[in-house]
């Protein structure tokens, strides 16, 4: 695959990941964890469904299947965990942890494809995570009420969506190079709307979700939409370079989502978040030369 298509893919995925976060966010907030994962997994499996048509013969294999929904458990459990922490903890305690995906997914990468970083990728990684650290301490340092009680929460949840989002990175990864990039997507797609669908009915709230979604149709239809478009980027930049790579290229969605939260919700940010934004931001585009 051309490293140009590849580093697009990154990058499309970093920027689609920074808005559809931030739409998952209102989201969230509006209808509920569960409701969300169930909207998205819905429209990414009816939207990407024309795009595995080509790939249909694939999941005739058991070990395809095997992979695939393997990819899909693990997704809705980092999900729910990732949910979980931005609801229970503080959302800036929150970022700063589930970050650590990075190391994890790198360590992940190395036992399942005995990738190596060079000296110059391990040097540019640094700053990339520096600077977000700087982006979320900052922001954490204005919310400082019940902060044990807030943090210890928040830290636990975190650590858990951290080591999640690890494994989805890396089972995406290997999906994509044993399957298909979209079919990586799609299938995982389909175990988020079951699972989440049938909790749901369970509870006696799958009417609620109908209309929930009527109510808020635009604004649920928009996050799906991006958060599909960003996982399928990812996936295709996955199909043929490095994972800890590419991951650490992606990372800097969050100052894409910073800059959301900025311009649209009017936050304030300190100056050495800036700092952190700009920091992150060049390392990712340096690593994504490396490539080259």
């Known amino acids: 695959m051309a490293f140009d298509l590849i580093l697009l893919s990154a990058f499309a995925a ?12 209102r989201t969230v907030r509006k209808v509920g964890d569960l409701e969300t994962l169930c909207f998205i997994g819905l429209i990414e499996f009816v939207g990407l469904f024309p795009f595995v048509l080509n790939d249909w013969q694939l999941l005739f294999s ?36 589930i970050e650590f995906e990075l190391p994890v997914t790198i ?6 494809f005995r990738e190596v970083l060079t000296i110059w990728q391990l040097f540019l990684i640094v700053p990339i995570f520096a600077g977000i650290l700087l982006m979320a301490i900052g922001a954490a340092s204005k919310k400082p009420q019940n902060p044990f009680e807030g943090i210890e929460k928040g830290v636990f949840l975190g650590a858990l969506a951290a080591i999640g989002m690890g494994f989805i990175n890396s089972f995406t ?9 979209v079919m990586a997507v799609w ?3 389909l175990f988020l709307f079951l699972i989440s669908y049938f909790i749901l009915w369970k509870k006696g709230k799958a009417r609620d979700s109908f209309v929930n979604f009527n109510k808020f149709k635009v604004l649920i239809l928009a996050m799906g939409v991006i958060d599909a478009a960003a996982w399928v980027f990812y996936a295709i930049a996955l199909s043929s370079q490095n994972l800890g790579v590419i991951t650490a290229i992606t990372e800097s969605y ?20 800036y700092v952190g934004a700009v920091l992150a931001i060049v390392a990712s585009v340096l690593l994504a030369m490396t490539l080259m």
């Open 14 to 25: 970093m920027l689609c990941w920074g808005v559809g976060d931030f739409l998952i966010q």
């Open 62 to 97: 058991i070990p395809n299947l095997l992979v695939l929904s393997l990819l899909g458990i693990i997704t809705f459990i980092g999900a729910m965990f990732t949910f979980e922490a931005f609801k229970k903890g503080k959302i800036s305690v929150v970022e700063t942890v």
């Open 107 to 112: 360590i992940i990468g190395f036992v399942l």
């Open 173 to 181: 990864a290997l999906s994509a190079r044993e399957v298909s990039p």
């Open 187 to 189: 299938f995982p797609a």
């Open 254 to 273: 969050v100052v894409i989502a910073l800059i959301l939260g900025v311009t649209i919700n009017k936050e304030k940010i300190t100056p050495h978040q």
